[in-house]
């Protein structure tokens, strides 16, 4: 079977982040810049290769001071790793609409495997026969495992940041011809 490239359809996705702030509440962010690229075996997902690169500086959650607090060294450094990059390693079948996405994910020069889960969406055709393929991916990590080590203290018990990194992502390709 013919192998199948698509590529991301950035105007239709979104990658996004949920982190415990002072122990009550959840702050959310998103990164706007970003890029995947996948092979297939034909339209078949199963077998995908997938490759993430993500534009840190374009990190956003509606607060610019905070924003470049995450810029600098205390969180990304951005401006020695301005890129954080995911490439799979391989892809389980959970259910008909569901995969395990396994990968590396770099941030700072450090790699970790994750696993990724995936929700199926379908493909479809655009009114202009573009073939696109849609998902919803979830999946945590924890920040320390990439050096991402800030915190404060609060007077009241207890730290400003979770270390859980709560990842969501809504991700549509487009098939290469």
Partial sequence: MATTKW????????????????????????????DV??????????NAK???NIDVTSINTNN???DEHLRNADFFGTEAHPNMTFVSTKVERVDEDTF??????????????????VEDNGVATDPWGNVKAGFSISGK?????????????????GVMLGEELKIQGEVQLVKQA
């Fill in 7 to 34: 590529s991301l359809d950035l105007s239709h996705s979104e990658l996004g982040f949920k982190i415990k702030h002072m122990m009550i509440s959840n702050v959310t962010g998103k990164f706007t810049q970003f």
């Fill in 37 to 46: 690229q996948a092979e297939t075996e034909g339209d078949d997902f199963s």
């Fill in 50 to 52: 997938v490759v993430a």
């Fill in 64 to 66: 610019e001071q905070r």
């Fill in 100 to 117: 395990t996405l396994y990968g590396d994910l770099t941030i700072k020069d450090t790699t970790k495997p994750v696993k990724l889960t």
């Fill in 141 to 157: 990590i924890n920040r320390k495992d990439w050096g991402i080590n800030y915190n404060a203290a609060l007077e009241t018990g």
